[in-house]
């Protein structure tokens, strides 16, 4: 199996967008771009081609969903 990634314009794309947005705020991490936004993002898209390729599903199972606790 691959994963792979194909970068499409976001003005071709714009009229078949009808689905559900899912922000993530850069504010609420300071807006900086760290190791856990960057872990939140990845399983964000994960979990977007896992709805179309269940067989993703059991590869994920060590993947954490919820947020991570950010050190003070």
Request: aromatic content about 6%; some cysteine; hydrophobic content about 45%.
């Amino acid at each position: 199996m691959e994963l792979t990634i194909q970068i499409v314009d976001e003005a071709t794309l714009q009229p078949l967008l009808t689905g559900t947005v899912f922000p993530i705020l850069l504010s609420d991490f300071g807006d900086k771009i760290d190791d856990e936004i960057a872990r939140r993002f990845a399983v964000a898209i994960l979990n977007c081609l896992a709805r179309y390729k269940p067989e993703l599903v059991p590869l994920m199972s060590s993947v954490t969903q919820e947020p991570q606790k950010r050190p003070e």
